[in-house]
């Protein structure tokens, strides 16, 4: 897994680089601005032919001295340079950033002061530029741009393509929240350490590519000093949990998943909720359902063993019991939900299970709004995962679906501490159980199909009953099947993608990391750009 930091982190690291390697602040500014040069210039030297124009926009601190750096080695190298200042003087520049500032302007650069261009002048500005430089604010702001600033991160939408150095300005970079107007970045270079607020939705959607700037010390060496409870999800963490297949398994060792599910209504949902578990690699998977149900679809998928449960109202209610309690001791995860309806009986049946049933489970859709229905007088617990997306979230939590949306990491502590371990689907989908927070690093709009949150709650569990601990589990569950979806849209496109499709194609992947593996060909994809000046994940 990959630390990701908050602003707070991140500075005492900073500040802990400067005294343990007696670098002094200006030091740190050089190699940050020198990295962000080095990646423009290899920009205009892919796409213009090594020549261009750069338009560097800086803010007030010391992210402003960052464009100062970048302006000054940009000038070194012959490239057309134009920067401007969010201050009204270059008086009101501070220390690293006011010497850097002078230093920009003895090798020949100009200052514009953004006050002095009209709204027309500063787009004729942008549109000319082949590419510009967001060193407006740093990782330490928070709240909502004011004044020349907001102005200038508005016009910057104006761009062709942008750099943002260390945050994208307007994005809060501890938690990803967007209160107001944010630069909209092609590329980010962060410094040091990632960001935890460019992995969070909303800010994620700010972040583009991310990349990670060497200031002069190995990043690793700040991660064992300070602690983090935020890592980035990859390809690496999925096969460090992923479950071995040893010769002589056997389907008893793979795990035995039930799915408790179904209604007149969403006949299909408990189907594709099998489907995502025997793809994942279950060994066992029962399917408790209506009688009617089952009737009209209980031959969809042959490998699962098929439970019907005779009912007057084609849902489930407590006589489901009857059909469960016997197999309480071969199966090892209960996932409550899928396509289950919102009928008092089945409303019952769900809190019931919350309260009596002694093994792990997974509650996922209507199991949710059965949870809301009586979430003051439940209690938490710590072997069940549940699986709402922003909506379902919002009503377990008694808010609107924007608050869940702006804060997502608040948003699914509450939800772990409150209920138990969690995931928070959506685009960077978090998975956490209160202390430990895992990001998704995958994902595509290809998911966003009917039946998609059926087949994860099967994958995820598959991977409770036969892997590690519940976060990791449920970790690995939501990036294969995020990875299955950008496998899918390279195949398919983003659109007309099926459900059952994506638990297929998570079959796949399972298949290329174990492989990879095998042929000792895995890594996270992080490349290193120049001479070990960039690094990029």
Request: aromatic share 6%; glycine share 12%.
């Amino acid at each position: 897994m990959i630390p990701l930091y908050t602003a707070e982190i991140a500075k005492k690291i900073d500040r802990w680089i400067m005294d343990e390697f007696s670098l002094p602040g200006l030091v740190l500014m050089e190699n940050a601005g020198r990295t962000v040069a080095s990646y423009v210039s290899q920009f205009l030297a892919q796409e213009k032919g090594g020549k261009g124009r750069v338009l560097i926009f800086s803010g007030p601190g010391n992210n402003g001295g960052d464009g100062f750096v970048a302006g000054r080695h940009l000038l070194n190298k012959g490239l057309d340079v134009k920067l401007i200042s969010s201050v009204s003087m270059l008086e009101r520049y501070k220390g690293d950033a006011f010497t850097n500032a002078n230093a920009f302007m003895k090798v020949g650069g100009k200052i514009a002061f953004s006050d002095e261009l009209s709204d027309s002048q500063l787009v004729n500005e942008i549109k000319e530029a082949d590419i510009c430089v967001d060193a407006l604010l740093g990782v330490g702001f928070k709240g909502v741009p004011e004044g020349e600033i907001a102005r200038l991160i508005k016009a910057l939408r104006k761009a062709s393509f942008v750099v943002s150095v260390d945050v994208p300005s307007g994005v809060e970079s501890s938690t990803g929240c967007v209160p107001g107007a944010a630069v909209m970045a092609d590329v980010t270079i962060t410094m040091h350490v990632y960001k935890l607020g460019l992995y969070i939705a909303p800010g994620a959607f700010y972040s583009g590519r991310v990349l990670l700037a060497d200031i002069g010390v190995h990043p690793m060496l700040g991660a064992l000093t300070f602690e983090t409870n935020c890592f980035l999800w990859d390809k690496e963490s999925s096969l460090d949990v992923l479950p071995d297949r040893p010769l002589g398994l056997h389907k008893g060792n793979r795990g035995c998943v039930a799915i408790l599910g179904g209604s007149d209504l969403y006949r299909g949902a408990p189907m594709l909720s099998a489907l995502g578990a025997l793809r994942a690699g279950a060994g066992v998977v029962y399917i408790i359902l209506p009688e009617d149900v089952y009737a009209q679809s209980g031959q969809f998928i042959p490998e699962a063993i098929c439970l019907p449960v005779r009912t007057d109202r084609r849902t489930l209610s407590a006589g489901a019991l009857d059909v469960l309690l016997p197999l309480k001791e071969k199966i090892d995860v209960l996932i409550v939900g899928p396509g289950v309806g919102r009928e008092s009986e089945t409303i019952e049946l769900a809190l019931k299970l919350w309260e009596k049933w002694p093994k792990m489970m997974v509650y996922d859709a209507d199991a949710l709004y059965a949870l809301s229905v009586a979430s003051s007088t439940l209690r938490r617990r710590n072997d069940v995962v549940l699986t709402p997306h922003e909506g379902e979230a919002a009503r377990l939590l008694g808010c609107e679906p924007a608050w869940v949306r702006e804060n997502r990491l608040e948003a699914i502590q509450k939800l772990s501490l409150g209920f138990g371990p969690s995931v928070l689907k959506g685009f960077r989908s978090i998975i956490s159980d209160g202390s430990q927070f895992r990001i998704c690093d995958a994902g595509s709009p290809a998911l966003s199909v009917p039946g998609s949150g059926d087949v994860l709650s099967g994958v995820i569990g598959t991977f409770l009953a036969s892997g590690p601990n519940l976060v990791d589990g449920a970790s690995l569950a939501v990036w294969l099947h995020a990875k299955a979806g950008e496998e899918l849209e390279l195949k398919k496109g983003l659109d007309g993608v099926l459900s059952r499709e994506i638990a297929d194609e998570i079959r796949n992947v399972i298949g290329d990391i174990r492989y990879a593996k095998k042929k000792g060909r895995l890594g996270r994809g992080i490349e290193k750009d120049g001479k070990d000046a960039l690094t990029r994940l």
